[in-house]
């Protein structure tokens, strides 16, 4: 599964969206090429401090997005940017288990799913609060019933895609909450879709989310990519 197809054309890219992240971002790249050594690292980062140096130093491919962007420009630029046939989204703070990347990209690659969604919500996991446990499962079960089958993670960090699926799939790319919208239209336009259960871990380093505005833009999202 990790082999390439030429020696510039890499099946799997790795793609992580960073801001600040230099007390974790060494540990999640050996992780990373730990468990899928030939994937492309892809990292589009808005830090101030020393990430995309730790980064470049381990052979990451960092683009610099500064001033910041917000999340979902920076996302949208790093599936666009993505070398990989197949495309699998991280978050870069640790909390997502890197050893489950190559199952994810053997679905995309070899059985043939299009989107694979590593689901934190199979239960409650410790390392999540209550209230963002019970706003995940709220906006789940709306768009659950909105869709037509079961989804239980909006917001998952860890995804895997195919290229060509993404480069195909309009969506808004402005605003926060897209990977709301990046599961969501797929489904409505009949791509297939897996969904594994993961373990979701404490993470390293101090969250950016802002939980107002990633509220209003889940449920925008959620009515968009249903009636729009």
């Not at 917000?70 to 993505?82: C, H, K």
Request: overall charge positive.
């Amino acid at each position: 599964m990790e082999k390439q197809t030429d020696s510039n054309s890499p099946i799997l890219t790795v793609a992580m969206i960073t801001m600040n992240e230099e007390k974790a971002v060494e540990k999640v790249i050996r992780d990373i090429k730990q468990f899928s050594p030939s994937a492309e690292i892809l990292l589009i980062d808005s830090s101030k401090d020393k990430t995309a140096e730790l980064a470049t130093a381990l052979g990451a491919r960092v683009i610099k997005q500064f001033p910041p962007k917000g999340y979902g420009p920076a996302m949208d630029l790093a599936l666009r940017s993505a070398a990989g046939k197949v495309v699998v989204t991280l978050d870069c703070d640790d909390t997502y288990p890197a050893e489950k990347i190559p199952l994810l990209a053997q679905e995309v690659i070899e059985n043939g799913f299009d989107i694979v969604d590593a689901s934190r919500l199979q239960n409650k996991p410790d390392a999540m609060p209550w209230i963002n446990y019970l706003a995940n499962w709220g906006f789940a079960l709306l768009a659950s019933m909105l869709f037509f089958r079961r989804i239980t993670d909006l917001h998952s960090g860890m995804r895997a895609y195919r290229k060509s699926m993404i480069d195909s799939l309009v969506y808004q790319a402005k605003g926060a909450a897209l990977p709301v919208e990046l599961l969501l239209r797929p489904i409505k336009n009949g791509y297939r879709l897996k969904v594994i259960y993961i373990e979701y871990r404490e993470r390293i380093g101090t969250s950016t989310m802002q939980p107002l505005q990633s509220a209003w833009w889940t449920l925008k999202r959620i009515l968009s990519a249903r009636f729009n």
